[in-house]
């Protein structure tokens, strides 16, 4: 009955926080647009489907075309597939190793902690964007997968600390020393007993390395390090400022993969203030 009634609360603020709802809405909006691209998009993203060239946005063109007379929108909607891919994959990535770093050097502490400790300053210490761009500029075929590997094993560093400065806290609590009383696994009682005590903290941590990996997967993109065989917001950014559109005023090339970048990882900030505000009663809207 208790928890039935902390659900209940818990759905009702969900369900009236702004921040919420207008950082959701957004979100699912241009993952609408990346689902659907195929259907949206008319063209093959690098086509010459224009003799004309540059041309601004029309009925035919949604988004104009390129210097080269590339759909626009074409690229903007594959575009925005790769970037939830990255976001996905690099950020679920670089979550799942802070979580099981974080965790482990938690609930084991000792000889275990100090290690897992110094491993995890060593990665917090390494100039990340710099190994990025290093790793990136040696490899003479780059994929979107391969971007998202690159990500997630160097983001998880702040999360794994995060999170074992969380489970010191926790494991010391009577539901623990029960647990372990009771003759449970150390592994059972990490996931059954602290993790749900965390969820709170562990879903925010996923949001923030969702946004990270693709402002870290846009800047590998935006100087000519990104994927070789695909299409990004980045990509579209670096070759719109490559072929001179700011200088000649083709707006339409350049504005609408920034704007979407702009807005899908603000949404998700914006989202997680709206989760801090449900999940802490002290910061609820009433």
Known sequence: MK???KKNEFLYFTLRNRKLQI??????FFLGLAIFAPVLARNEPFAYVNLRGAQPP???YWFGTTFFGQDVFAQFVLGLRATFLVGAIGGGLGTLIGVLVGFTAGYRGGIVDELLNMLTNIVLVIPTLAVLLIIAAYLEVRSIFTECIFIGLTAWPWAARAIRAQTFSLRTRDFVDLAKMSGMK??????TEIAPNMMSYLVMT??????????NAATLDFIGLGPTNAVSLGL???YAVLWGSLLLGHWWWFIPPGAAITAIVGALY???VGLDEVFNPKLREM
């Open 23 to 28: 950082g959701l809405s957004i979100i699912l």
């Open 58 to 60: 029309s009925s035919e």
């Open 236 to 238: 579209m950014m670096q």
């Open 206 to 215: 996923f949001i923030l390395q969702f946004g990270g990996a693709i402002l």
């Open 3 to 5: 928890k039935q009634k």
């Open 270 to 272: 914006v989202m997680n």
């Open 186 to 191: 150390p592994l059972k009682i990490i996931f």
